[in-house]
Each structure stands twice: as C-alpha cells, then as structure tokens.
C-alpha cells in the first residue's frame, strides 16, 4: 500500500534553475512530513520538514509547499546547483513515532 | 559527537543463509530503527528498537529479528535468505524516547546481495 506517491521519478534541471518535486499523501492523520536528500553510498539526511498547521516553509534555497485540502506537499529548490544532484525523498510521518513512509524518490540531476 | 554507524559496509550470501547486520547510534540516541531500501526505490521501516524491546514492526516476516543492547547499539538479524532480501540496510536513530523528536539519523547502509 504506497501512502505517499512521488513525481517524477527523475528530473534533469539546468544550474541556476528551479527543481520542483511534488507528493501526495492518503492518511490525514500524519502530522509531520519530512523531505530526505540521498547522495549515492549515503544515508538519507533530513533537508526540511514541514508540519501541516504551515503552507509554506523557506530554508535556505529549499522551500516546502503544503496544501493540506489537496494532500499534496512539494519541494521546490531555488538557484538549483550541481551540488545538488542527488535523490530526493518525500515521506510522511506521525510526530509521535519513529515509522517514516517514504515516497519512491526522485533522481535529480543538475546540468552545469 | 559521532554518527550512526554500520557494519558491514558490504556483504554478499547465499539463499537460505542467515546474516547479522550491525549499528551503533549516534551518541545520546536511544531509539533504533531499521529500514531496507530495494534499488530505486525509498527506504521500507522494518522495526524500531528503544530500551532493548522491539516497540514498533512495519510488514516484515518474523524471519526478521532485531536486538538492542544497553549501550543502544542494534543489530538486525534476518534467516532463511530470500532473493528479494538482496537490498540497502539502513540504521537510523533519534533521542527522545520512543515517542520522542521526529528527526532521525541514518548511517551509510550495510548493502546485503543474496545470491
């Protein structure tokens, strides 16, 4: 059962442009939705997270977008660098618990 | 302070064998999870470990075991070795309790081949 569904599976953007990275979730009962950022042989590593009494959160060049009526969250990255060419996991989560859901990633690639 | 790490790095067995996966969380977190991640796609939750008992299991066969010692270090054990166990091993970590911060650190993964 994918409780959090993720597009594009891969996504190829120019450097200096705007990578936008979308998801949507089932459960409204999840209170906490994290984005992880994987680099190859890496762990996943906590980007941002959102909670969703917030539409918008800003950190840095990485923004998330929260639309909680649509279930949808996105992650946009601003001024995009080839330093961030990695893969991309939207998840979801109750505050409460360890159990992460993540989405199925998004293998970003920046063009210099 | 020192991350969550694995061991080990990589390990290739065979089907039906059985094999122990290590981690030690990072320093001052007492609560472990574990997460396999198939090849391109995002990591599944096994377990989660805190004081020494299992406090958690996502939809995994009770071939997959775990512990957790009182230094909070964890191992992940799994038998009878299927094909499809072939995948990255995750370990992650998170102080607080087992109801405690959201944010968890992973380690670099233990890569498993079953062949």
């Known amino acids: 059962q994918q409780q959090v569904k993720q597009s594009p599976q891969s996504l190829i953007v120019q450097k200096g442009g705007i990578s936008i990275i979308n998801c949507a979730y089932e459960?409204?009962?999840?209170?906490?939705f994290p984005w992880y950022q994987q680099f190859p042989g890496k762990g996943p590593a906590l980007l941002i997270a959102i909670r969703p009494d917030v539409s918008e959160k800003k950190e840095g060049r990485f923004t998330i977008s929260f639309n909680k009526s649509a279930k949808q969250f996105s992650l946009h990255i601003m001024d995009s660098q080839p330093g961030d060419s990695a893969t991309y996991f939207c998840?979801?989560?109750?505050?409460?618990?360890?159990?992460?859901?993540f989405g199925s990633g998004t293998r970003l690639s920046i063009r210099p | 302070e020192t991350g969550v790490t694995q061991s080990p790095t990589h390990l290739i067995k065979t089907r039906g064998q059985q094999v122990t996966l290590r981690c030690s969380s990072q320093s001052g977190h007492n609560t472990v999870s574990w997460y396999q991640q198939a090849l391109g796609q995002g990591p599944q939750f096994i377990f989660q470990?805190?004081?020494?008992?299992?406090?958690g299991r996502g939809n995994f066969p009770p071939r997959f075991s775990g512990l957790q010692f009182p230094n909070y270090s964890s191992e992940l054990n799994v038998n009878a070795l299927e094909l499809d166990d072939s995948a990255l091993y995750l370990c992650?970590?998170?102080?607080?309790?087992?109801?405690?911060?959201?944010?968890?650190?992973f380690g670099p993964g233990t890569r498993l081949t079953v062949l």
């Open positions: 998840a979801a989560q109750y505050s409460s618990a360890s159990k992460i859901i």
């Open positions: 992650a970590s998170r102080g607080g309790g087992a109801r405690g911060g959201n944010e968890q650190f």
């Open positions: 470990y805190y004081r020494e008992e299992e406090n």
């Open positions: 459960n409204t009962a999840f209170d906490y």
